[in-house]
């Protein structure tokens, strides 16, 4: 893939895309990976891969144990992913409303923005409610499957909800068409109420709906908002007879523009 690029566009460093590959193979609650893993998840030869490790080793931005052999994200990447965070104003404001609506709810409240065809969790607060998955901030979760998703899809632009739409469609080949339907429904359903919600579909345990937010600060991208909690304390009828429409009104308090 890096090598079709390269071709297209002569300003595309393909060692570096490599590089970023590598560091973007790592996931969130895992203790390290071994060259050879890094090679199966990027599709890289394990050769380069050892080259890209040593470098990026070399760089602080990944850590190496000399016992096992596995490669853990280091210090360096922590650095950038404060200032990424810390570059986005409407945490600051979200965050202690996040904070009293978890707690006033019982649920837990997170603020996404898109990445590809996925959500990557900017802020997150809990309640005492225990839910089975335990996001917290840098998570990925999918657009098409969970409520924070659903809520940024129907919020995007018509050419950008299109070139996601292509992007989806590679990503799950044959079961696009029915998750194409779900997505539609999604989208009519925020045009007609204000909110998406994915009972039970994302995990079967855990109940939620999601908001569109636009960002109030010019320039940053347009995230979206959701309330989750665990299907043995709520129905789908008290999330949207209840939760939504305080959701809602959060995220107006939050930026003035969301529906």
Known sequence: MTEEHD??????????????TVLSAFRSGES????????????LPKSTVSRLTHTLTQLGYLSHEADSGF???????????????????????????????????NVSVSLAMRDGSDMVY??????????SVQLTVGSRVPVAT?????????????????????????????????????????????????????????????????????????GQPPMSLNASGPAALFTAERFERDIAPALQ???RRIAPGAA
């Open 249 to 251: 009104q959060m995220a």
């Open 122 to 131: 900017l802020e997150t607060c809990r309640s005492a409610a225990r839910v």
């Open 7 to 20: 071709d297209k566009d002569r300003l595309f460093v393909t060692a570096l895309a490599r590089g970023l």
């Open 146 to 218: 969970t409520a924070i998703g659903r809520a940024c899809y129907a919020g995007l632009g018509a050419s950008e909800r299109a070139r996601l739409d292509e992007e989806l469609a590679s990503r799950y080949g044959g079961n696009w068409p029915p998750i194409k339907s779900r997505l539609d429904a999604a989208l009519q359903q925020c045009r007609e109420l204000g909110y998406t919600s994915s009972f039970g579909e994302f995990v079967p345990e855990v109940m939620a709906v999601g908001v569109p937010l636009p960002s109030p600060i010019p």
């Open 32 to 43: 390290g990976l071994s060259n050879q893993e890094l090679a199966r998840r990027t599709g």
């Open 71 to 105: 490669y853990r994200l280091g210090l360096a990447v922590l650095e950038l992913g404060s200032v990424v965070l810390a570059s986005y104003d409407v945490r600051r404001a979200a965050a202690p409303l996040m904070r009293e609506f978890a707690l006033a709810h």
